[in-house]
């Protein structure tokens, strides 16, 4: 209450943590936001293009192009919340000069505001240009934010907004113990709340392999989870597991200190 501006991260992307900022902590916060950040690598873009981890330090303007079209899918979900919004791309020394300048122009092409932000290097001066179009978004742009369903309709009504909605998918299934979960939830009066989605980061559907912007799928529940306390049932879809989400390989493994206090693997 005291900051001319409050910035958070709901991470993961507009298909999880901005869905959930903005259809359960918005409500259970009283918060209505002024504008959204949608954050963009050039790095992820390629992958969504089709390249692997290790080919994403070569320039390679064609998996980029490719790979924009799940940019465009986050950047149509958001408007869906009646929201005004930048595109921040976040650069890292591997992007080529071309990259940055193509996904640029894709962004200002589409209409969007878009700003490159280089913090990593920079510091605060790498964050000037994109602080300065968010607060000139929030100032110059109305807003009229709205969550994407009402608490009041089934919870299969809200499942399947967020489906096409968000992911873009066709529909749900529901497993043969999520169906008598539904039937649960509606008996013991939880239907008001709102629904919580645990699926995959790596994909807009629930198949961590269908990169960039799958179409024609759809979203398996196959277990409904309440949390009363928290205030909301978590919906788990595919083969997704509730724990953070950790490396294979943790960082941990790399780092070591020498006998005279020298420690290698930081970065």
């Known amino acids: 209450k005291l900051g001319d501006y409050v910035v958070t991260e709901a991470g993961f992307g507009?298909?999880?943590?901005?869905?959930k900022f903005l259809n359960i902590k918005t409500r259970a916060g009283g918060i209505e936001p002024s504008a959204v950040v949608i954050v963009a690598?050039?790095?992820?873009?390629?992958m969504h293009g089709g390249l692997g981890k290790q080919q994403l330090q070569e320039e390679n303007v064609e998996a980029l192009t490719k790979g924009i079209?799940?940019?465009q899918k986050h950047i149509e979900t958001v408007k869906q919340f009646k929201l005004p919004f930048v595109v921040a791309i976040n650069r890292f020394v591997t992007d080529s000069e071309k990259e940055l300048a193509v996904l640029k122009e894709w962004c200002e092409s589409y209409g969007a505001k878009v700003a490159i932000a280089n913090v990593w290097e920079e510091g605060g001066r790498g964050g000037e240009e994109l602080a300065r179009a968010v607060t000139e978004t929030i100032e110059q742009e109305p807003h009229q934010f709205a969550p994407l369903y009402p608490l009041n309709v089934s919870f299969e009504e809200k499942i399947t907004a967020i489906v096409q909605k968000v992911y873009g998918g066709k529909g749900?299934?529901?497993?043969?113990?999520?169906?008598?979960q539904l039937k649960e939830i509606k008996a013991n009066g939880w239907e008001h709340l709102p629904v919580c989605m645990a699926k995959t980061q790596y994909s807009l559907s629930d198949d961590p392999s269908k990169l960039g912007r799958p179409e024609d799928f759809t979203i398996n529940v196959r277990e409904l989870r309440p949390r009363i306390g928290a205030g909301f049932i978590i919906a788990l879809t595919g083969d997704?597991?509730?724990?953070?989400?950790?490396?294979?390989?943790?960082?941990?493994?790399?780092i070591d200190i020498t006998n005279d206090g020298q420690i290698s693997g930081l970065f």
Do not use: H
């Open 41 to 46: 690598t050039v790095r992820a873009l390629k």
């Open 69 to 71: 079209a799940n940019l």
């Open 172 to 180: 749900v299934e529901f497993s043969a113990t999520a169906k008598k």
């Open 240 to 254: 997704i597991l509730t724990m953070p989400g950790l490396p294979k390989q943790p960082a941990a493994l790399n």
């Open 14 to 19: 507009a298909d999880l943590g901005a869905e």
